[in-house]
């Protein structure tokens, strides 16, 4: 079946690293994403990555996806407390108009 | 560009009472999704379309119809309101092969 599993809490210090971790079952996945949502907000897609890559680095974030262990990670350099936010893991597979498979977020807390 | 909007932005409904959720996309996209958002868990699919006048369901449809009759606009309709939808409800729209798009969401109280 189809299911992605996250952490669902993590607080970190100002200027320090954030590591949140996903798993996932469907090993057709294609993308796999990570959105950012802010309270009140919708979500925001902060970067995806395909599935024959193993790592993306993009500005303070960087994407590690290990296939064989379905394992999803991002990290967030020098965490900010404008990172607050609950971070979502999404797979998607060519079922039902390519929808996304959702994990339950991560509420990530910043404190200074 | 506007992006993705929905509309309204909060309503309460009486059990039993309908409801239409619109969502309008400005970027010419041909697919389209509704998910809904409930406390401790992810966005899980309810309709999704592929193109203008096409439908179908997703995860979990029942008690809920859309349409898409003009290729900007998705619809979704409650004919009649239960508690258990109460929720946040997000319409998304991709164009190309990677990035889905969303609105800011409609919350959505049936007492």
């Known amino acids: 079946g189809e299911d992605v599993e996250q952490s669902l809490f993590l607080s970190v210090r100002e200027g320090d690293s954030s590591v949140i971790n996903c798993t996932y079952t469907?090993?057709?996945?294609?993308?796999l994403y990570w959105y950012k949502q802010e309270p009140g907000a919708g979500l925001q897609l902060l970067t995806y990555?395909?599935?024959?890559?193993d790592m993306k680095q993009d500005q303070r974030l960087t994407v590690l996806l290990n296939k064989k262990d379905k394992h999803l990670s991002l990290r967030i350099a020098d965490t900010q407390t404008g990172d607050s936010a609950i971070y979502f893991c999404?797979?998607?597979?060519?079922?039902?108009?390519?929808?996304?498979?959702f994990g339950q977020g991560t509420e990530l807390s910043v404190k200074p | 560009n506007a992006g993705v909007t929905q509309t309204p932005k909060f309503r309460v409904l009486k059990t039993g009472q309908s409801m239409t959720l619109l969502c309008a996309q400005d970027?010419?996209?041909?697919?389209m999704y509704w998910y809904r958002q409930d406390p401790g868990m992810g966005l899980r699919l309810i309709h999704y379309?592929?193109?203008?006048?096409?439908?179908a369901k997703g995860e979990v449809p029942d008690g809920y119809n859309v349409s898409r009759l003009k290729k900007q606009n998705f619809l979704l309709g409650l004919e009649s309101a239960a508690p258990s939808q109460t929720s946040v409800y997000f319409c998304?729209?991709?164009?190309?092969?990677?990035?889905?798009?969303f609105g800011p969401g409609t919350r959505l109280t049936v007492l």
């Open positions: 998304a729209s991709r164009g190309g092969a990677v990035e889905q798009f």
């Open positions: 469907d090993s057709s996945s294609t993308y």
């Open positions: 990555i395909f599935s024959n890559m």
């Open positions: 999404a797979e998607r597979n060519g079922n039902q108009g390519g929808k996304l498979i």
């Open positions: 970027m010419n996209h041909e697919y």
């Open positions: 379309s592929v193109g203008e006048g096409t439908t």
